[in-house]
């Protein structure tokens, strides 16, 4: 079945430092590939999605690039800022295999990020 | 705003109680789903429904029950709650192929003592 890994937290940077949250995925068809960001006591927000191979994501400075040779989507942003300080997810869409032709998002279980000033 | 509207935000159960989360969407989208959020598990998906009148398993169904009212409407009840339920539900839904991303609600965190 479909899957995403990505790199255990916490993570804590200093503010304008480079920020990279690793991210590789396990799909059996063409998978749609998102970074959601949940701000404390929030829901998910949409970052950053790729539909295809080689689509590059980029929202409020953060970017990823689809990745099929290495079935990763890392995210990345040059300059973080305390503001976001979050938790970011990778997710999948992909197919429902026990559901024909419907599609559901899988996660990966989250990085939690601190920035500090 | 458009989106997806989650009720309640915050509720305490005590064990064998039941309760009915509600969500409702306004962004027209066909397929609707409830996730729970448990620390270190990500977001897991229980029930989904492709489209108004259908609804399917996700990958921890058991001890829930779904109901999807009308396009707009879909909700999640718990008939005899357990402390391992607790956790922070989430509603969501986007179009039928999901490729342009979910919209999710704000979350309802459940307490079962």
């Known amino acids: 079945g479909d899957s995403v890994t990505q790199m255990e937290g916490p993570v804590t940077l200093s503010e304008e430092a480079f920020l990279t949250i690793n991210c590789t995925y396990t799909a059996t068809g063409y998978p749609s590939l998102f970074w959601y960001v949940q701000y404390p006591g929030e829901g998910l927000q949409l970052l950053l999605k790729a539909t295809k191979a080689d689509d590059k994501g980029s929202n409020k400075g953060f970017e990823a690039t689809y990745r099929k040779e290495t079935t990763s989507f890392h995210l990345e942003k040059g300059s973080v800022q305390v503001s976001d300080s979050a938790v970011y997810f990778c997710a999948l869409s992909d197919r429902w295999s026990g559901g024909g032709s419907n599609y559901k998002l899988t996660f990966g279980k989250g990085t939690l990020l601190t920035v500090n000033p | 705003n458009a989106g997806v509207t989650q009720t309640p935000k915050f509720q305490v159960l005590k064990t064998g109680q039941s309760m009915t989360l509600q969500c409702a969407q306004d962004?027209?989208?066909?397929?609707m789903y409830w996730y729970r959020q448990d620390p270190g598990m990500g977001l897991r998906l229980i029930y989904y429904?492709?489209?108004?009148?259908?609804?399917d398993k996700g990958e921890v169904p058991n001890g829930y029950n779904v109901s999807r009212l009308n396009k707009r409407e879909f909700s999640l009840r718990l008939e005899s709650a357990a402390p391992s339920q607790t956790s922070v539900y989430f509603c969501?839904?986007?179009?039928?192929?999901?490729?342009?991303?979910?919209?999710f609600g704000s979350g309802t965190r459940l307490t079962v003592v």
């Open positions: 962004m027209n989208h066909n397929s």
């Open positions: 429904s492709a489209s108004e009148g259908t609804t």
């Open positions: 969501a839904s986007s179009e039928p192929t999901g490729r342009h991303g979910y919209t």
